[in-house]
């Protein structure tokens, strides 16, 4: 399937669109609906009509964000019109909700007057606490937000002037102090005259940039005294005229350039001729005014900034407008004013400082974190930021007078954390690690369309190096019928490939003490998971993942006889990650082991520990019985709380409870009241089952009925990177999946101790599920 295709298939599957309005009151009898409706509905009304500030104790209005467009300068697209750009609103609603919690009504108002979005806006102010202006074109959106920020009682941002000042505006300040140099002193020159350019300039000056030593360039050449065809807002930015006329004639000697144009504006001639200890931030998008390998190739000591993910400091606008929103909502603020963008930069440079936790290094796949030339501004994903900006947002609004609700700032801090939890982030953690360093990996089912889809996925997003298994020609057909370009995908026929007698001759000479002969392991060959299994024992691939179209058994059976389980571990386990709204749970053993002895509970709890801090995060184990801690005497029960007592033995620092109930373990009241000796004080993170059943059913009914996204199976134990899909596993799934499989081949280089995929068994008991 084409990227283009996918996109729509994404915005169209399942209820079109990204959004959905969601209650959040129960409605369920008759009750409910006279306190929700008609008669109770009217107490409400008649206490915000005496008080209108109590709209925010009884309505949506405190936590609700209208992102008004008119849809005429939509990202790159340029004036294509409010309906058309209606996705990219609802994108941003998405972000809005993901990262701050902040509910929003996407609005596009077909009306390209500037005076008519004006008026929509202000006719809007009884129904929203905070209006997000997106992608109206310069320099209507000047007046527009001028106009509403003098005329509204509501925080007013438009996010394209001011996302990009806030955050580039950070790394300007860490980056000078890394290279030494005062913001009163630099000289700083612009590729793009545009509201984004326009207001970091401005911006800028705020910080303590002369408006002197400021160059701004559009698409006519550099913007100077008497020069024709200039706004007024442009306008305060005209150099004087001496001659110069283009980019090129004024970059010689400047300390900062910043690109917010096109792919190309700035050239390694450009760069060699700029200052000492040069900055660049070409954010530009998708493409940079130049890349960063381009800008080392010519100078070392030059600092670089991009928009894109795949290289150092990323500006990006995410980095700013869900938090300043969600401080200026919370402190009721009645604007967006200026105190309150620079709190932002501020707290973002400052952040940018701190010790960065290896729980958000490992969400990028990174070693350690520190700051420098490469880390000058956080890093999206990082739950610290709504900790830090919207704290900062909140507290200038106070500070400077336009907060309606003071803010305590220690225990505002506790309410957002409270308000998101980790859940978010979990997934593209664990992609930002596959991307970091993607490996190859061999998907057995090369002909299924899904498999062929989401390689294509996989190889565009840098998260592996894909090969698909299979029929060269089938393969090939499929792709051409779902349209999906085959480049950087490999194909490996299992029929004609050359390695087949290599292969072969491994797995016979791996079982021939088994009662394989050479002549039945060549025939195994023709199944694809043999084959698989093969290249990854072999090396040449370092993962395998399968399963789509097979049973449990059918596909780790070959991975087993092929490549065997780790030898310094006691057992073969499946773990699936389900992914909450609010929090990430970890279950074990789901898939393998029937009827698991204490000594087993107690390895599979260990190892799940191990995959858990390698997802950065820090386990919490309850070992679940129908008893709690001795409550009922049975022989099940005691098998529970003797694996408590053997894992302590074998790792006294890991925070690990039980025999307990499922409602005890998610319930810190229970613990702390019931049992306060429990070493288990919050809520539980990773459930041990005490047998295949109990795993099975319930991380099935917490999936299917309890809203989760299920990650796995995660199979615990291999000697080599073997993962299973689900049968019937959608693309998305695949991906997840696929993810997995490339961090745990990451994590083989490290020592088993510290990647938690590698213990595996020396045997499989004969109890397990898969034999």
Same mark, same amino acid.
């Given at each position: 399937m084409s990227r283009r295709k996918e996109a729509l298939d994404y915005h169209e599957r399942g209820r079109p669109g990204k959004i959905a309005v969601v209650p959040t009151k129960p409605l369920t009898n008759q009750r409910d609906l006279a306190l929700a409706y008609s008669p109770g509905v009217a107490d409400p009304c008649l206490e915000i009509? &005496?008080?209108?500030?109590?709209?925010?104790?009884?309505?949506?209005?405190? =936590?609700?964000?209208?992102?008004? !467009?008119?849809?005429?300068?939509? *990202?790159? /697209?340029? =004036?294509?019109? #409010?309906l058309a750009g209606k996705p990219v609103m609802e994108g941003k609603a998405n972000l809005f909700k993901q990262f701050a919690d902040l509910d929003v009504f996407d609005l596009e108002v077909g009306s390209e007057d500037?005076?008519?979005?004006?008026?929509?806006?202000?006719? *809007?102010?009884?129904?929203?606490?905070?209006?997000?202006?997106?992608?109206?074109?310069?320099?209507?959106?000047?007046?527009?937000e001028e106009t509403l920020r003098k005329t509204m009682k509501i925080p007013v941002f438009h996010d394209d002037q001011h996302g990009t000042a806030i955050i580039s505006g950070a790394a300007l300040l860490n980056a000078l102090d890394l290279v030494g140099k005062k913001l009163d002193e630099i000289k700083v020159v612009f590729s793009g005259a545009g509201a984004a350019a326009i207001a970091t300039a401005e911006h800028y000056v705020r910080l303590g940039v002369r408006r002197e030593n400021i160059l701004m360039c559009d698409r006519e050449g550099l913007v100077y005294e008497g020069r024709g065809h200039m706004d007024p807002y442009k306008a305060r930015f005209t150099a004087p005229d001496t001659g110069a006329r283009t980019l090129a004639d004024v970059i010689g000697g400047t300390d900062v350039f910043v690109g917010l144009s096109v792919a190309g504006a700035m050239t390694q001639d450009m760069v060699r001729r700029m200052a000492d200890s040069p900055i660049i931030f070409a954010l530009a998008n998708p493409v940079p005014e130049i890349l960063p390998d381009e800008v080392k190739a010519v100078r070392d000591d030059a600092i670089v900034a991009t928009g894109r993910s795949d290289y150092p400091n990323q500006v990006n606008n995410v980095l700013g407008f869900p938090f300043i929103f969600r401080g200026a909502l919370d402190a009721r603020a009645t604007t967006v004013n200026e105190e309150m963008k620079m709190a932002a930069t501020r707290a973002l440079a400052l952040l940018a400082r701190e010790n960065v936790p290896e729980s958000v290094s490992r969400l990028y796949g990174l070693k350690r974190v520190k700051f420098g030339p490469e880390y000058l501004i956080p890093f999206p994903f990082d739950p610290r930021v709504l900790l830090w900006v919207a704290p900062a947002v909140a507290w200038a609004a106070v500070a !400077?007078?336009? +907060?309606?609700q003071f803010i305590d700032v220690e225990s505002y801090?506790?309410? *957002?954390? +409270?308000?998101?939890?980790?859940?978010?982030?979990?997934?593209?953690?664990?992609? =930002?690690?596959?991307?970091?360093?993607? &490996?190859?990996?061999?998907?057995?089912?090369?002909?299924?369309?899904?498999?062929?889809?989401? +390689?294509?996925?996989?190889?565009?997003?840098?998260?592996?190096?894909?090969?698909?298994?299979? =029929?060269?020609? +089938?393969?090939?057909?499929?792709?051409?019928?779902?349209?999906?370009?085959?480049d950087e995908i490999e194909i490996v026929d299992i029929v004609t490939s050359s390695s087949r007698e290599k292969y072969a001759r491994y797995l016979w000479e791996r079982r021939q003490r088994k009662g394989l002969s050479l002549g039945e392991a060549h025939q195994r060959l023709n199944? #694809?998971?043999?084959? #698989?299994?093969?290249?990854?024992?072999?090396?040449?691939a370092d993962a395998m993942l399968s399963g789509v179209n097979a049973t449990y058994p059918e596909t780790i059976r070959p991975a087993l006889e092929a490549i065997g389980a780790h030898a310094k571990a006691g057992i073969l386990s499946g773990m699936y990650m389900l992914v909450f709204e609010k929090?990430?749970?970890?279950?074990?053993?789901?898939?393998?082991?029937?009827?698991?002895t204490a000594e087993q509970l107690a390895q599979i709890a260990y190892a799940a520990s191990r995959i858990v801090r390698t997802f950065g995060m820090e386990p919490r184990v309850a070992m679940l019985s129908f008893s709690n801690f001795g409550s009922v005497r049975h022989p099940g029960a005691e098998k529970v709380a003797q694996a408590v007592r053997l894992i302590r033995q074998r790792d006294p620092s890991l925070v690990v409870d039980g025999e307990m109930q499922a409602d005890?373990?998610?319930?810190?009241?229970? /613990?702390?009241?019931?049992?306060p000796f429990s070493t288990l004080k919050e809520e539980?993170?990773?459930?041990?089952?005490?047998? *295949? !059943? #109990?795993g099975n059913i319930a991380y099935k009914l917490l999936n299917h009925l309890g809203g989760a996204t299920a990650i796995g199976p995660i199979l615990v134990g291999m000697g080599r990177p073997v993962h299973v899909l689900e049968q019937g596993a959608d693309v998305q799934e695949i991906v997840n999946m696929a993810a997995v499989a490339v961090m745990d081949a990451q994590s083989r280089g490290r020592s088993t101790a510290e990647s938690g995929f590698g213990p595996g068994v020396p045997r499989v008991p004969r109890e397990a599920g898969i034999l």
């Open positions: 009509e &005496k008080n209108p500030e109590d709209a925010y104790r009884y309505t949506a209005k405190g =936590n609700l964000v209208a992102v008004v !467009s008119n849809g005429t300068a939509v *990202l790159g /697209l340029g =004036n294509i019109g #409010a500037p005076q008519d979005v004006i008026r929509f806006c202000q006719l *809007l102010e009884p129904t929203v606490g905070g209006i997000n202006l997106e992608d109206i074109r310069a320099p209507d959106c000047f007046l527009v !400077s007078g336009v +907060a309606r801090r506790e309410t *957002l954390e +409270a308000r998101l939890g980790r859940a978010r982030g979990v997934m593209r953690g664990i992609i =930002n690690r596959a991307v970091a360093d993607p &490996k190859r990996l061999v998907f057995a089912e090369g002909e299924e369309p899904k498999i062929v889809r989401a +390689a294509r996925i996989c190889a565009d997003e840098g998260i592996a190096h894909p090969i698909l298994l299979g =029929n060269a020609e +089938a393969i090939e057909r499929v792709a051409d019928e779902w349209q999906i370009p085959l199944i #694809a998971n043999y084959f #698989a299994s093969c290249m990854v024992a072999c090396g040449d929090r990430v749970v970890f279950c074990g053993d789901t898939t393998v082991n029937i009827d698991p005890t373990a998610f319930d810190e009241q229970i /613990l702390r009241d019931r049992y539980a993170n990773v459930l041990i089952f005490p047998n *295949l !059943s #109990a």
